[in-house]
């Protein structure tokens, strides 16, 4: 899957590399805020193209950062993504579903599965991608 690809690549890199979404934005904000040096956000996309709720996730966990800490460095995309989540996040639900995939997945019969995935900080699991495996820390 698109996800796969992206902690492979990221896996790369060095350093550490964990699974977020927007139903652990809370539990990755609290653990990247807690690390040394700079985190990157990396977003799975779709087939090769941005994928809107990636980006709202990506937001999400950038606002979370934010609301620790006004004075962080970000980058255009950080930014970006930063103020796509503001303009969505009291209709957060709606603006997942929207997603070119998520209207996909609803079509395929997965509509409940998308709502699911548009709660925000419902899980402190923090995995954590290593050796081809996650593993919660």
């Known amino acids: 899957t698109n ?4 902690l492979v690549e990221a896996a790369r890199g ?3 590399v964990y699974c977020a979404a927007l139903t652990n934005r809370a539990a990755i904000a609290e653990r990247l805020a807690r690390s040394e040096g700079d985190a990157r956000l990396l977003c799975g996309g779709d087939e090769g193209a ?4 990636d980006v709202l996730g990506a937001g999400a966990i950038v606002d979370a950062l934010l609301a620790r800490e006004r004075n ?5 995309e950080a930014r970006a993504a930063a103020t796509v ?3 969505n996040a009291k209709r957060l639900t709606t603006a997942v ?3 070119t995939h998520a209207r996909a997945l609803a079509a395929a019969g997965f509509a409940d599965d998308v709502a699911a995935c548009a709660k925000i900080d419902v899980s402190g699991c923090v ?3 290593a050796d081809g495996s996650l593993v919660a820390v």
């Open 72 to 76: 962080l460095a970000l980058s255009d």
């Open 3 to 6: 996800g796969t690809r992206a």
């Open 14 to 16: 060095g350093g550490d």
């Open 50 to 53: 941005l994928s809107f709720e």
């Open 127 to 129: 995995p954590r991608y």
């Open 85 to 87: 989540y503001a303009a």
């Open 97 to 99: 579903a929207s997603g």
